[in-house]
């Protein structure tokens, strides 16, 4: 099925001669299951539906006071439609449109659709992904899908579709905001189990109109829930509500997010000295485990006192969790006491002491869902650390999540750099084992491991999406809160094993975070803030964790419970009886007998078929190469095979690239083809650009190797084929 002509997308003028128009549309006359956005494109504001009567369903919006104000309907259609494709495809756009930022959705985050059905991935994400280009086209869309899903704007969106979980510890504040039998909720969870997105998830319920709800999705079973959300929105029509994030780098991210969600604003997320200006309806605490203390303060110490004057606290001996139980009526906190990593965090005490008190409930929730690795990886990272694991205890082994041990620092930076140029957001952080010496001498490194020389984070607020951010160290508190794709993390010269007692041991004079080791003397204290720091940061990795560890014996250790790294790649090959095209396998291409192949799908037996690495999923833009002889070798060595994407269009320039061009004779590839690094200079004439030449650059370590330089008339017969992506 061609993709590309599977659907149509039509845009009329949203007003009362829209019935007329549908005249022309043989769904809407005929009663088919479509897809449908209303917008302006003066307010940026967007309603997102799915109907199989679009005559009913537009009239019905023209009398609504919150979308007749809308001006343009476009209307998704397809003869490959049903039910279960509309709801799905709604669900996607719903959940895409408000990640991409450009109109905000004045939908209800209630009811979307995540089911499965008959070709919903072989058939229906290929068309889904099609007509976001084409909504691109249309202006209504801005960016790709990949960029998207990397987004804070995607990842903290409030359109998702909640676990069960999730849903159970929903109730049970729906509930008790309803009855009052409990002011404050504490809902237990570790890291990755979704409680920044329950959090926002709430208070877009509390600040959506009725009619905007989708209850669709819900069955009889559900009945409840939709009876308590009407409930509670008639308790609290016009909520006073605060999100509390006691961190500043996450507070100004969870800032940017509410900015671009429809019913929310900035000024709704506060840090938590702001919470004395007023008194609430429902106060939600994100990691309310980072509320503070009295110590160990800085220039924060005049701030704190001035509140607990105003709120008439004794400042020595209450914390900040105290003044937001005192300002909220009801007070939820989402709480994980293993990553509190410093000693002016609340005590753990303190909420121990408030878990008691009758008027607090407690929730909890279980289930991993941000680490691919699960349960199971978190739980074997904390048998890790605190020593369980036992010498004959199986590694921990995933095809969903990489979780490897380096040898060498100079790998893990270079695996970390090559998954961000892959999959994006792939970060280094390290535990505060090195001084930071550059914020004063921005010449100086901060960190130096054998021959490599680092520097810590340049900047502090928001430090995962800064530009330079690949290049450098991140520490806990700039990635506390974030999620990465690949996380690198380096075990410093602060922590070391005892072989004789089979413990962690922490070396204080070697931890260098001021505010993190002040007023402890006690030091299995010690231990258990530098543990957690570790454990939060080695959850951050969504598809994968890497490891190196500066100390020897801690190294060794680790040894025998991660798995090794391998410099040394191997390709799995595929018979051709267990080829599925392109869902699990590519095609491995000998460029010598390649010609005319790159464009068209042969029969199976024509290639060889290999695997990828669990971290691609394989696609039709998707191939496999090898690359043989010396010109490349500063990046691929001699007869490496090579994954490439196919050139579709955009920017070459700096990128390595597989290209054919008839004048060609690299002995390396066969007549026609070579692989190089793309350069260009342009022609600039009258606002348009033209090529001058094109220079196919080797990147080798012999001198010897000499640029490919192309000229006039050369330049209409060079063709890009693919970009270079990795070694495989």
């Known amino acids: 099925m061609n993709l590309n002509h599977a659907f149509e997308i039509k845009s009329y003028d949203f007003n009362s001669n829209l019935h007329s128009e549908f005249q022309n549309s043989h769904y809407a006359k005929d009663l088919w299951p479509i897809v449908y956005i209303l917008s302006d494109g003066n307010t940026k504001e967007a309603y997102v539906g799915e109907t199989t009567d679009t005559y009913a369903r537009m009239n019905s919006h023209l009398k609504s006071n919150a979308k007749n104000k809308l001006t343009t309907v476009h209307l998704i259609a397809s003869e490959k439609f049903n039910k279960s494709a509309t709801l799905d495809i709604e669900s996607n756009l719903i959940k895409y449109i408000s990640g991409d930022g450009q109109y905000k959705l004045i939908n209800g985050n209630v009811g979307l659709a995540n089911h499965n059905y008959y070709q919903k991935k072989e058939v229906y994400w290929d068309m889904f992904k099609s007509i976001w280009d084409r909504l691109r086209a249309e202006g209504i869309s801005k960016h790709s899908i990949d960029y998207i899903d990397n987004s804070d704007l995607f990842k903290y969106s409030p359109y998702k579709t909640l676990t069960h979980e999730q849903k159970s510890g929903l109730l049970v504040i729906i509930k008790n ?13 570790g890291a990755g189990t979704g409680k920044t997105i329950l959090a926002i998830f709430l208070f877009k319920l509390l600040n959506s109109n009725n009619e905007d709800f989708n209850f669709k999705e ?9 009876r308590l959300i009407i409930e509670l929105k008639l308790k609290y029509p016009n909520p006073k509500m605060a999100l509390v994030v006691p961190m500043s780098s996450f507070r100004n991210t969870l800032k940017k997010v509410f900015k671009n969600i429809k019913g929310l604003s900035a000024n709704m997320v506060i840090g938590p000295a702001e919470i004395i200006k007023d008194k609430f309806n429902i106060v939600i605490v994100d990691e309310s485990h980072r509320l503070r ?14 509140v607990c004057e105003k709120l008439g606290l004794d400042k020595n001996n209450c914390s900040e969790l105290d003044w937001v139980t005192r300002q909220a009526d009801n007070a939820i906190l989402f709480y994980d006491e293993d990553q509190s990593i410093k000693p002016s965090d609340v005590k753990k005490e303190d909420f121990d002491k408030l878990k008691l008190n009758p008027l607090t409930k407690i929730e909890y929730l279980k289930s991993q869902f941000r680490v691919k690795g699960g349960n199971d990886y978190v739980q074997y990272i904390d048998n890790l650390l605190n020593c369980k694991l036992e010498s004959t205890y199986k590694k921990f082994d995933s095809k969903d999540y990489e979780f490897v041990l380096f040898d060498s620092i100079e790998d893990i930076v270079q695996e970390i750099k090559l998954r961000d140029k892959e999959n994006g957001l792939s970060r280094l952080v390290a535990g505060y084992s090195w001084e930071w010496i550059s914020n004063k001498n921005k010449d100086e490194f901060d960190i130096k491991i054998d021959d490599i020389k ?4 340049t900047v502090a607020v928001d430090w995962v999406n800064s530009i330079n951010a690949v290049n450098e160290v991140g520490c806990i508190h700039t990635t506390q809160g974030y999620d990465l794709n690949y996380a690198g993390i380096i075990f410093g010269n602060e922590i070391t094993y005892d072989k004789e007692t089979d413990e962690i041991v922490i070396l204080k004079e070697n931890y260098f975070d001021k505010n993190g080791k002040q007023s402890i003397n006690n030091p299995t204290e010690l231990k258990d803030f530098i543990l957690n720091i570790y454990k939060t940061i080695m959850l951050r990795g969504i598809k994968g964790t890497y490891i190196y560890v500066c100390d020897k014996n801690l190294r060794e250790y680790f040894a025998n419970h991660i798995p ?24 491995l291409y000998d ?3 390649a010609a005319g192949n790159f464009s068209e799908l042969q029969n199976v037996s024509d290639y060889e078929w290999i695997s990828l690495p669990a971290r691609y ?3 039709e833009d998707l191939f496999a190469c090898t690359v043989q002889g010396e010109s490349m070798n500063k990046v691929i060595p001699n007869g490496s095979v090579c994954l490439f994407r196919k050139y579709t269009g955009g920017s070459r320039e700096g990128r ?13 590839f066969g007549s026609g083809y070579t692989v190089k690094e793309y350069r260009s200079k342009k022609n600039i004439e009258n606002d348009k650009w033209s090529h001058y030449s094109i220079t196919l650059k080797p990147l080798s370590m012999d001198s010897e190797f000499k640029d490919i330089e192309l000229v006039e008339d050369e330049l209409s017969s060079l063709k890009v084929i693919g970009v270079f992506e990795c070694v495989l």
């Open 617 to 619: 999923k394989p696609s």
């Open 293 to 306: 203390r009295r110590v160990n303060l800085g220039a924060y110490y005049g701030a704190f006192d001035i």
């Open 177 to 189: 905001l309803l009855n009052g039998d409990f002011k404050n909720i504490i809902v237990e969870g």
């Open 564 to 587: 090794k790294f391998k410099t040394e790649k191997t390709i799995e090959y595929l018979q051709v009886d267990k080829v599925i095209p392109f869902e699990n396998s590519i095609p």
């Open 656 to 668: 390595i690239v597989l290209v054919e061009h008839n004048s060609i004779q690299d002995p390396d």
């Open 454 to 457: 680092l520097k810590w984070n």
């Open 218 to 226: 819900f069955g009889d079973d559900e009945s409840e829930f939709i």
């Open 591 to 593: 460029l010598k007998a």
